[in-house]
């Protein structure tokens, strides 16, 4: 029986990258898989064989993720559309997708020659901007998309419907739509609800909307979303994940839908999504 493909892609900025790498190369030597090395993993072990993200998501069958949650992050945004199940292997604090630490590499090892893991489907957001009448971007984000003012420090006013209804329009600094699983990013920072990853669906949530009875509405994920600066806007920015940076212009038109595909997460047995919430955001009960 041929060993199965395995990919390990590392950040090779975080401390103790280097010994990781090594260690989880060890540990998988001693069983039948074949681990395959992205540039930065094998760069960090002096290995002389590497591929690209895309290259190893074309045949292997699940990638190991080695760093934080900004590297999972990473990691799907070089992936393109060959989605394959990431395992994530955090190097610091536990993260909401990485939610094994590098103490647990043993087991983490053994679960995934195993198959002893879970898979979360997380939902994608696809966005598109539209500009006289062409789509000039399409893409798709795990977390979120943030439609936010640019180098000039004043409130855009961004006009929203969902489906073929009318929302409102915003005056704020920006408008962030998030998946349930952004829901515990940048939204939470601006006063958006924790969702269930599972919940299916989307949040819309202003960012210091000038109105204060402006707040984050939860629609369903089949919902398209569609933003419009006004007229009097100036140029914008749209961002995907923190990563991806696009200017919008007046005319333009962003539109949010839920994507075809989902992001398989691997997580291990007995680790659940609130398991990991009370402890990111230290919640102990109460405080008397």
């Given at each position: 029986m041929s060993a199965r493909n395995l990919g390990l892609i590392a950040n090779d900025s975080k401390p103790g990258a280097r010994e990781l790498v090594a260690a989880l190369v060890s540990e998988f030597a001693a069983h039948p898989v074949a681990l395959h090395l992205d540039r930065r993993a094998a760069k960090l072990i002096g290995a002389e064989k590497s591929e690209s993200e895309s290259e190893l998501a074309a045949h292997c069958e699940m990638l190991v993720v080695l760093g934080g949650d900004g590297t999972i992050l990473d990691a799907l945004h070089a992936l393109g559309d060959t989605l394959r199940p990431l395992f994530g292997i955090n190097l610091g604090t536990l993260g909401f997708l990485t939610t094994v630490g590098a103490s647990e590499l043993a087991s983490a090892?053994?679960?995934?020659?195993?198959?002893?893991?879970?898979?979360?489907?997380?939902?994608?957001?696809?966005?598109?901007?539209?500009?006289?009448?062409?789509?000039?971007?399409?893409?798709?984000?795990?977390?979120?998309?943030?439609?936010?003012?640019?180098?000039?420090?004043?409130?855009?006013?961004?006009?929203?419907?969902?489906?073929?209804?009318?929302?409102?329009?915003?005056?704020?600094?920006?408008?962030?739509?998030?998946?349930?699983t952004g829901s515990t990013a940048y939204s939470l920072s601006a006063g958006g609800p924790v969702l269930d990853p599972g919940s299916g669906v989307f949040i819309v949530n202003p960012i210091c909307p000038h109105v204060l009875t402006n707040r984050a509405v939860i629609v369903a994920d089949s919902t398209p979303i569609t933003i419009t600066p006004a007229d009097e806007s100036p140029d914008m920015l749209l961002t995907l994940d923190g990563r991806v940076v696009q200017r919008i212009e007046r005319g333009d038109t962003i539109r949010i839908t839920r994507a075809p595909q989902r992001l398989p997460l691997a997580m291990l047995p007995g680790v659940s999504f609130f398991d990991v919430l009370r402890q990111k955001l230290k919640w102990s009960g109460a405080a008397f």
């Open positions: 090892v053994q679960a995934i020659v195993a198959r002893d893991y879970i898979l979360s489907e997380r939902t994608l957001l696809k966005v598109e901007i539209v500009r006289d009448g062409a789509a000039i971007l399409s893409r798709t984000a795990l977390n979120d998309a943030v439609a936010s003012r640019g180098e000039i420090s004043r409130l855009v006013r961004l006009n929203v419907r969902l489906g073929d209804t009318v929302l409102t329009q915003y005056n704020a600094d920006g408008l962030i739509v998030a998946t349930p």
